[in-house]
């Protein structure tokens, strides 16, 4: 609508000079319909404008090279859309805001209203609509990160182990943190490493960083000279960040070297990992003591684990040690508090069950009972070749070291939850597979999760989907006590493409 103010006001009433109707008096001496039709205020404004927007990441252009960020319909779109109107600023901008169109038609429309001095000093208002149209336009970024053979900075993540859990537990860190989110693209390197390309160093510093802070690993740096312009002295260079986590995993035996005992001091040479965070945790099964080996701690005197194929054994006896001298001893000492029992445990092999029982002593007294499958390391038949091992008196040498408690395998078929992967270009990763690290080791990592509250910290759990929900929610639960994740734990994954399918 347009509307004139007069300047300064009259008594009585006047004749409009055109076409005779009684009007206010104001300067120009015309009414609103012939003031309209004489005048346009908005005659000088852009009425088609023109939006570059980047079809993978959503950001807005402003010229002549910024790439901003802006919801639908926010302030800070409606600003953008303003800077963008030529012929605005001779005007008095008074209001503004958009107008809804279909999300689909690529259009933006904004009503302004505006205020310009005509005729005789008379101020005049009016409200017109300018139209956006957005169009496809590939950021600087995004176009780098579509050329897959270019990056700045390379972070490359390497755990040489048969079995890298704690390859799979940083990957899940990452993706819950979104420390890669300003990668370039990464590639999967066999079984034991990935790869993040990065187009800035900050960034991939950044991840490396992160990585270190969270897993028992070394870090090494290195630059490769691309170019060297010799009259602006400039150099152009990539990076490269290697991080090597330690090649021990949760539920390794290890065979510590005496230095190393002496110096933790509460637990013996054969201990079992529990658990992997920026350091080892350790676990006597002899005596329930537990210790903590940081990452500098490890580099600086390396051990490997006993790496052999794990038994199955079947429990026919298990007698917890419950004397209370013994827990206080072994409290005193750094027990495992309540997470550990010592236990007298008589097992058979499930491969040869007509063998003799064989003893050994447990840190898994409040797990196991008889008749339960547990799964360790048979010394007795293992092939091995280990420095610190050869070096003992077969005295000292335990016949069997036990791991974990083994559930049904029928509970993986039961599952109601997954997680997500790192997406990747090249490689289609699914649960199955692993992405080239072994559905076997994967499974394993899933199963941990189940058994360790503290291990799941850390990870983001996904409701699985309606229909595979309800196929599980048919299958019969187990009957030997196997570990659930309750549905307090999941959380519910956004997929646009099935709420379409639901809604059709």
Known sequence: ALVAMATASAPGQMQCCECGTLIDPNPTALCLPCLRNRVDITE??????????????????????????????????????????????????????????????????????????????????QTCEIEFTLQSHQCDHCNRSAARDYWRALVQLRQHSPHP?????????????????DCTGVKRCGANGLDFFFAQRQDAKRLADFLAAHSPSRCQTSETLVSHDTHSNVFNYKYTFCIEVAPICKDDVVCL???????????????????????????????????EVTGKQFWQAPFQALQ?????????????????????????????????????VWLLTDADLSSDEVHCRSHLGRLLSCGD????????????????????????????????????????SQRRWRLRRLEEADVDVDDDDS???????????????????????????????????????AVSAGDDGAPEIGLDEMLDELNLDADDAAME
């Open 44 to 125: 000088g404004l852009q009425r088609q404008c023109v939006l570059s927007v980047c079809p993978k990441c959503a950001r807005i252009l402003q010229p002549p090279n910024h790439w901003v960020t802006a919801e639908p319909e926010s302030k800070e779109l409606l600003a953008l859309c303003l800077k963008r109107i030529r012929g605005l600023n001779k005007v008095r901008l008074v209001d503004a805001g958009f107008v809804w169109t279909e999300p689909h038609s690529r259009r933006l429309r904004v009503r302004v209203t505006v205020q310009a001095e005509v005729l005789n000093g008379a101020i005049a208002e």
């Open 308 to 344: 052999a194929k794990l038994s199955d054994f079947t429990v026919t006896n298990c007698e917890p040690i419950e004397h209370q001298q013994h827990q206080q001893q072994h409290a005193a000492a750094g027990g495992g508090g309540s997470r550990f029992l010592s236990a007298d």
């Open 257 to 291: 070297p005496p230095p190393v005992a002496r110096k933790l001091s509460s637990v013996g040479q054969f201990c079992v990992v529990y658990r992997v965070t920026d350091r080892l945790h350790l676990v006597d099964p002899r005596t329930c003591r537990t210790a």
């Open 165 to 181: 859990k704690t390859l799979l537990y940083l990957e899940q860190l990452v993706l819950k943190h979104q420390a890669h989110r």
């Open 373 to 412: 499958t547990a799964r360790g390391l048979d010394l007795r038949r293992a092939n091995l070749n280990h420095a610190e091992l050869d070096r003992l008196v077969d005295s000292k040498v335990p016949d069997v070291v036990l791991v974990k408690k083994v559930y049904a395998s029928s509970r993986r």
């Open 435 to 473: 992405g080239g690290q072994g559905g076997a080791a994967y499974q394993e990592f899933l199963d941990d999760l189940e058994e360790d509250k503290e291990l799941r910290r850390g990870v983001n759990i996904y409701k699985e989907r309606l229909a595979a929900a309800a196929a599980s929610a």
